[in-house]
């Protein structure tokens, strides 16, 4: 899905409010020290970012602070969205939450208001207008960085789910160009796409002439990935190879002819015995028991 | 307006006219997939939905162009396809682009079969004066 | 370019190079039917494993030749098809319908040999 993200900064074009925002990010820079302190002092209190030494909290809590800052000044989000996501990349191996970062984020947000406030208590109308100027450009920070993290969270788990996905769908060479590939569990439209891959793969490789795809162990499939089946027996076919399919269930043996298979036309075989059998008939073997040896005189 | 996507470079045009323009365009979406980091499958698949694409400007539209593009959306890679041409236009736009699941053997202009190649596809036709679509795919 | 062909006793094998362009198919596909006539072939190879892409043009050209060198008595094996090619070929509906495919070069020949042994029974 392609998400809507507007590119135009957050800073309204009013002069007025350009000078209070120069004018508070002044007075944040001025007491940088001070402020980035109690930062990362409240981090540690509120048992934020654990996983990490005090050190190191202290030293992203300095950049993520200057770049806060910057993001203020210029209106800009680009150069706190590179960070941020570089920031995730290095803390989520390392055990870091969601809640944590968009808890220290807002943190911070809550602790430079309160600097804010303190400066411009005289007067109620000029704080009005202050914080007219730094709510809305604050709570963007706080989402981009927010959004950011999120973002290389799930891109890191996709990057997991692909590596657990080609370890756990094994294609068997079983006889001499003879390939099983027993398909077990629910079967998404991902998981489809990558089995037929690896299967295609395992024919050129191990030169099969004979597929059994065995879905046995397949409680049910939908329309997109029953179409997906019948792609793979195609394809296989383009290999050079024959593929039988075994383990039909009645109800996925339904979903086929709603999407408009001919059942006739695919090789199926009641269950996985029977079709090992029908693929060495194929390949012309012929499975003999081997005969008692003579018993003693 | 990409709805918030990145450009990641800048757009090549590949002009086609003829048919050996085909291949070039295709060639280029397999190199501009690989560079953008699409696994050999992916890059075929957009190979091929490039190769419909400038096929269907040649045979219906004389001349047109095909632009690439490398983006980028929410940390994730793609390319954005778009074939262009000022040719005859297609009168029935859903019959040309209808075709649920491959069973059928048509070939017809192939646009359902890009359309499933692609992860998003958009077509805009006008008879008489021309036709847009744009195709893009995320890389996983 | 043209696509060089070779003559091996009754048979007759084509290799596709990667950048092949609508004509060059399209000549390839006269100079074999051509062939298969005035050699009298039994069997045609086509080897496209250097097919980095195959679309409607060229699945619409090998059926054309597969049909028509059949009806010169001539069988047509498509060996080769790259398994990332077979994938994007089936999404986009090209099943190659009536012509038999094989994975490479020596399994074309073993069909050939084995379809040829057939015909011959059968006069």
Do not use: C
Request: charged residues 25%; hydrophobic residues 45%; glycine residues 8%.
């Amino acid at each position: 899905m392609v998400e809507a993200r507007a590119k135009a900064p957050f800073r309204p074009s009013t002069g007025p409010t350009d000078d209070l925002l120069s004018e508070l990010v002044a007075h944040l820079r001025e007491n940088r020290t001070q402020l980035r302190e109690e930062w990362a002092r409240r981090i540690t209190e509120g048992k934020l970012l654990t996983a990490m030494s005090p050190d190191e909290v202290f030293a992203e809590a300095t950049a993520v602070y200057d770049n806060y800052l910057e993001a203020l000044e210029t209106g800009s989000i680009e150069a706190l969205e590179t960070y941020a996501r570089n920031l995730s990349e290095r803390i989520i191996p390392r055990g870091v939450e969601t809640h944590e970062v968009v808890g220290i984020v807002l943190l911070l947000r809550d602790l430079l208001a309160r600097s804010l406030f303190a400066k411009y208590r005289a007067d109620f109308t000029q704080l009005n207008r202050v914080l007219d100027a730094y709510e809305p450009a604050a709570n963007r920070i706080a989402n981009t960085v927010a959004v950011g993290f999120v973002q290389e969270r799930e891109r890191i788990i996709r990057q997991q789910q692909e590596a657990i996905r080609e370890l756990s769908t094994p294609v068997l060479p079983v006889r001499e160009r003879l390939l099983i590939l027993p398909m077990i569990g629910i079967i998404d439209p991902q998981r489809a796409r990558q089995l037929t891959e690896q299967l295609l793969r395992g024919i050129r490789i191990n030169r099969a002439k004979v597929v059994v795809i065995d879905i046995t162990g397949v409680p049910a499939m939908d329309a997109s990935v029953a179409n997906h089946l019948v792609l793979t027996v195609e394809a296989s076919r383009l290999l050079g190879a024959t593929v039988i399919v075994t383990g039909l269930s009645p109800e996925i043996a339904q979903t086929l002819v709603n999407i408009g298979v001919e059942l006739g036309k695919m090789n199926t075989v009641g269950d996985l015995q029977g079709g090992i059998e029908e693929a060495e008939r194929l390949l012309g073997y012929r499975v003999l028991p081997i005969p008692e040896p003579p018993s003693e005189a | 307006m990409r709805d918030g996507a990145r450009d990641l470079a800048e757009e090549t045009v590949v002009p086609i006219k003829v048919d050996s323009d085909i291949v070039t365009a295709r060639q280029q979406g397999r190199a501009l997939a690989s560079l953008v980091g699409f696994s050999a499958t992916d890059a075929t698949l957009i190979a091929t939905a490039i190769s419909e694409l400038a096929r269907n400007i040649v045979l219906y539209a004389t001349r047109g162009e095909i632009a690439l593009t490398a983006v980028e959306n929410g940390g994730r890679p793609g390319v954005i396809v778009v074939a262009r041409d000022k040719g005859p236009g297609i009168p029935d736009l859903r019959r040309a682009t209808a075709g649920g699941y491959s069973t059928s053997g048509g070939l017809g202009l192939g646009l359902a079969g890009v359309r499933r190649l692609m992860d998003e596809f958009e077509i805009v036709s006008e008879v008489g004066t021309g036709t847009t679509v744009t195709a893009r795919k995320w890389k996983q | 370019m043209p696509v060089p062909i070779l003559k091996q006793r009754d048979y007759l094998i084509a290799s596709i190079q990667a950048a092949l362009s609508d004509e060059d198919l399209r000549k390839l596909r006269q100079a074999l039917v051509a062939q298969v006539g005035e050699f009298r072939s039994r069997g045609v190879i086509v080897d496209v494993t250097a097919l980095d892409v195959m679309d409607s043009f060229a699945a619409r050209t090998l059926r054309d030749l597969a049909h028509m060198s059949r009806l010169r008595g001539a069988e047509t094996v498509i060996v080769g098809i790259q398994p990332e090619v077979a994938f994007a070929m089936v999404q986009l509906g090209l099943t190659l319908q009536g012509v038999t495919a094989a994975l490479d070069l020596e399994e074309g020949l073993t069909y050939l040999n084995r379809k040829t042994r057939q015909r011959k029974r059968a006069k």
